[in-house]
């Protein structure tokens, strides 16, 4: 069974720094893109970024470009978003997701981790 | 950046009726759309990729139509349990943008 599991949520101050993980089980990790997606609270969702099987590509949504970075460890089966100048606008709910087969986010998503960014 | 523009932001219906949700791209995007469903608190699951392919394990009730820049989710009969949030999302140019939601409520 596919099991994506978020941690590393919590309360920060503006301009601070937080990293979460997302460690993975029940398949190859390495086999799959693997995303972050986010949610304010009340607010739909938003995509925040995506990386490639070995990490070699990576994308972000504009407005965490310079602030946050995606990375992976395929030895630990972990996904990190490792975020920093953090603002009152990055609250949300954090949760990772799972590429499919062919390229885009299926149904294997983790339960979130909730960020506070608030002084 | 292109823009996902769904429609309607919300709607009240009843068991049994027909709903229909749209989604309209900034620009073509081929059929690079999935539809989403979210109920409160948990993560949101896949219904339709490919624009018009259901995801298994989904009821048929749910179907998905279009291609380039205009997109429908449908579900035939609403169901109880279909009363939720639903986004579309396009993943054929970065960044991948959602639609803002429609939450359909009951009447």
């Known amino acids: 069974e596919v099991q994506l599991v978020e941690s590393g949520g919590g309360w920060v101050q503006p301009g601070g720094s937080l990293r979460l993980s997302c460690a993975a089980s029940g398949y190859s990790f390495s086999r799959y893109w693997m995303s972050w997606v986010r949610q304010a609270p009340g607010k739909g969702l938003e995509w925040v970024a995506n990386i490639k099987l070995d990490g070699s590509e990576k994308y972000y949504v504009g407005s965490v470009k310079g602030r946050f970075t995606i990375s992976r460890d395929n030895a630990k089966n972990s996904l990190y978003l490792q975020m920093g100048s953090l603002r009152a606008e990055d609250t949300a709910v954090y949760f990772c997701?799972?590429?499919?087969?062919?390229?885009?986010?299926?149904?294997?998503w983790g339960q979130g981790t909730l960020v506070t960014v608030s002084s | 950046d292109i823009q996902m523009t769904q429609s309607p932001s919300s709607l009240s219906a009843s068991v049994g009726d027909r709903v229909t949700i749209t989604c309209r791209a900034s620009?073509?995007?081929?059929?690079?759309l999935g539809w989403y469903q979210q109920k409160p608190g948990k993560a949101p699951q896949r219904l339709i990729y490919?624009?018009?392919s259901l995801q298994s394990g989904v009821p048929s009730r749910f179907s998905g139509s279009g291609s380039g820049t205009d997109f429908t989710l449908t579900i035939s009969s609403l169901q109880p349990e279909d009363f939720a949030t639903y986004y579309c999302l396009q993943h054929n140019t970065y960044p991948w943008t959602f639609g803002q939601g429609t939450k359909v409520e009951i009447k």
């Open positions: 620009q073509g995007i081929r059929n690079d």
């Open positions: 490919a624009a018009s």
């Open positions: 997701a799972r590429f499919t087969s062919g390229g885009a986010l299926g149904s294997y």
